[in-house]
């Protein structure tokens, strides 16, 4: 198996340079599942993080009264084990092969040293986790709901949903945290609260990075020169841009607009 190939052309490991990305796939290990092995316990504490190659996981959710609430399967292309990087390292869910497996893995310490050390692949996971644990409790909730059960946890989570959807729709725009807890109908003090404890990051920084992955994306698909990019994504100032681009991806806008070329 070519892990350096396999991660060349998997986001976000494909901006990296060659060198970067060797030094990465080296500290992944391969690992084979057979059918209906536990590779993660519900309020257990995990080890590692693993990309499948092959095969199926089901996500499974176990509420107070035992009872199991499918959340979804896991599929080839996609990683596991990344949602407790926002719950302390705490898996939330159960996950169990449906079928044999190929995965390629990372211990635990090695995936937060290479977090730390590429900006671009740790704003990757962390809003990849974010919108899987979202995805997940909708599923939980809707399941709740049907048994005409409802808890203030997952009321919490509707409302930082309904925020993170309106922030996607209006991140352009000169938005605020009295604005987008003023929506939420939760007082300034609660809402920071609440929106920390389920995203893992403030409003502030959950905007800032909404930002600059649009304005990736504008550099990539538009030619548009770095003001432009800077003012279409929301910010009102070039040097706040230029600042927090590069505490985000690692290097400064022009840099990584020239890179794209």
């Given at each position: 198996m070519n892990v350096l190939y396999e991660f060349s052309v998997f986001n976000p490991f494909k901006d990296l340079k060659k060198e970067e990305s060797k030094k990465i796939v080296g500290t992944f290990y391969k690992s084979e599942y057979l059918e209906n092995v536990l590779l993660a316990e519900q309020a257990r504490k995990v080890d590692h993080i693993g990309y499948i190659k092959s095969g199926k996981a089901k996500?499974?959710?176990h509420n107070r009264s035992g009872n199991e609430i499918e959340c979804g399967l896991i599929q080839e292309g996609n990683f596991y084990n990344i949602m407790p990087l926002i719950t302390n390292g705490i898996s939330l869910f159960s996950i169990t092969s449906q079928s044999p497996m190929v995965c390629l893995e990372q211990k635990k310490e090695n995936f937060f040293y290479m977090l730390e050390k590429n900006p671009g692949i740790k704003n990757f996971f962390y809003q990849t986790s974010l919108m899987e644990m979202l995805k997940a409790f909708q599923l939980i909730d809707y399941s709740y709901r049907a048994n005409?059960?409802?808890?203030?946890?997952?009321?919490?989570?509707?409302?930082?949903?309904?925020?993170i959807s309106f922030i996607n729709k209006n991140y352009a725009n000169?938005?605020?945290?009295?604005?987008?807890?003023?929506?939420?109908?939760?007082?300034?003090?609660?809402?920071?609260?609440?929106?920390?404890a389920k995203t893992g990051c403030t409003f502030k920084n959950f905007l800032n990075m909404k930002r600059i992955d649009a304005a990736k994306n504008l550099m990539k698909k538009k030619d548009m020169n770095v003001t432009?990019?800077?003012y279409a994504v929301g910010?009102?100032?070039?040097?706040?841009?230029s600042r927090v681009f590069k505490?985000?991806?690692g290097?400064?806008?022009?840099?990584?607009?020239?890179?794209l070329k």
């Open positions: 996500l499974v959710f005409h059960q409802s808890t203030g946890f997952l009321s919490s989570l509707g409302i930082i949903e309904k925020s000169p938005l605020t945290l009295d604005e987008v807890a003023e929506k939420s109908r939760l007082s300034k003090y609660y809402f920071c609260r609440v929106f920390k432009e990019v800077c910010f009102n100032e070039l040097s706040h841009f505490k985000t991806v290097i400064l806008p022009s840099s990584y607009r020239k890179k």
